[in-house]
């Protein structure tokens, strides 16, 4: 059987990410916890994950766990469904109403992430080599944001 195992943060979306958090809050043995994690990030289903040698098993866990140790920076650009989004460039020059959103939403930070990155992340309209203009993309407010896989741009 050929296991497909992500090695860049990149080949997880928003919404498996947010599901591998509300793991660790579940009280899972660890062999338990390896496994709903690997069924999480991998396309391999469940049936066929408990047929794993314990060895392979904890191999595959390993290899997943070294994604969460790589220091990645900002990311300053993203790509959504080939949409350009950058953030904000200027967090002191945000509305009122945006800080007051992001004040909430930070209370349940993990659930509201997809929130949180709409109103940081901002659709960007015109790109020069002085300045980037940035608009406000509300639309990516809804819950599919989740789900969505961000493709990381090399600048």
Known sequence: ???????????????????????????????EMQKKAIELLTSVDRATIDLFKLSDLESVYGKLLSLSRREDKLHRFVTIEGVKYGFHPNLSEISTGEFADLDTLCQDFNDNLHLIMAILYRK???????????SLMMAMLKQELSCLEVNYLQM
């Open 1 to 31: 059987m050929k296991l497909t195992i992500p090695t860049n943060l990149s080949e997880i979306n928003l919404g498996q990410l947010q599901r591998l958090t509300n793991l660790e809050n579940e009280e899972l043995n660890a062999v």
């Open 124 to 134: 960007v309209t015109l790109r020069s080599t002085e300045s980037i203009r940035l």
